[in-house]
T-cell receptor
Framework: GEDVEQSLFLSVREGDSSVINCTYTDSSSTYLYWYKQEPGAGLQLLTYIFSNMDMKQDQRLTVLLNKKDKHLSLRIADTQTGDSAIYFC??????????????FGKGTKLSVKP | EAGVAQSPRYKIIEKRQSVAFWCNPI?????LYWYQQILGQGPKLLIQ????????DSQLPKDRFSAERLKGVDSTLKIQPAKLEDSAVYLCASSLEDLANTQYFGPGTRLTVL
């Protein structure tokens, strides 16, 4: 199919780790992204990974990429209530000479319980 | 550095009316995008500009939607006439011409069509 797929909901307890999974479709995508959206706000870029990398770590965030299975995950260590939001996975697809537009999943709503 | 600005933040209109949204990208960003985000979905690209030229408008419903980016800076997106299914958040994003195509999003305009 052509969709980027994510599970819709994830609930964790404060202090636990959260893992949000995503499968994408275009094996030629050069970059994959994670965005965060809080209620009533636009999308905030959290991190991205280049397709020739397996892993990228940035403070509490760890991104894992399995290119063979087209599987991307975002791990948030020591999850806090402020991490409650919708998390979008996106891939960048190029068309002709364009720089590429983002194809988003439907988003995973992360709820963090105190 | 100021972020992407959008106005208005909210708009309520009746079907068959017209509406226009405005976006001011981050200074120096040559590429500007308009996305439509329907409730419960990820954003979907409507149109991409590089400076004042259109790069990709394949997903723009051209019978009712139009967009322009005069002088390669600000942009307006217009819907005329609006339909009920146009109710959504309209997000503007801009990017530098970097390898990662890092896109920065504005807060969006929430449109309700009654």
């Amino acid at each position: 199919g052509e969709d980027v797929e994510q599970s819709l909901f994830l609930s964790v307890r404060e202090g636990d780790s959260s893992v949000i999974n995503c499968t994408y479709t275009d094996s030629s995508s050069t970059y994959l992204y994670w965005y965060k959206q809080e209620p009533g706000a636009g999308l905030q870029l959290l991190t991205y990974i280049f397709s020739n990398m397996d892993m990228k770590q940035d403070q509490r965030l760890t991104v894992l990429l399995n290119k063979k299975d087209k599987h991307l995950s975002l791990r948030i260590a020591d999850t806090q209530t402020g991490d409650s939001a919708i998390y979008f996975c996106a891939e960048s697809r190029r068309y002709g000479g364009s720089q590429g537009n983002l194809i988003f999943g439907k988003g995973t709503k992360l709820s963090v319980k105190p | 550095e100021a972020g992407v600005a959008q106005s208005p933040r909210y708009k309520i209109i009746e079907k068959r009316q017209s509406v226009a949204f405005w976006c001011n990208p981050i200074s120096g960003h040559a590429t500007l995008y308009w996305y439509q985000q329907i409730l419960g979905q990820g954003p979907k690209l409507l149109i991409q500009f590089q400076n004042n030229g259109v790069v990709d408008d394949s997903q723009l419903p051209k019978d009712r939607f139009s967009a322009e980016r005069l002088k390669g800076v600000d942009s307006t997106l217009k819907i005329q006439p609006a339909k009920l299914e146009d109710s959504a958040v309209y997000l503007c994003a801009s990017s530098l011409e970097d390898l990662a195509n890092t896109q920065y999003f504005g807060p969006g305009t929430r449109l309700t069509v009654l």
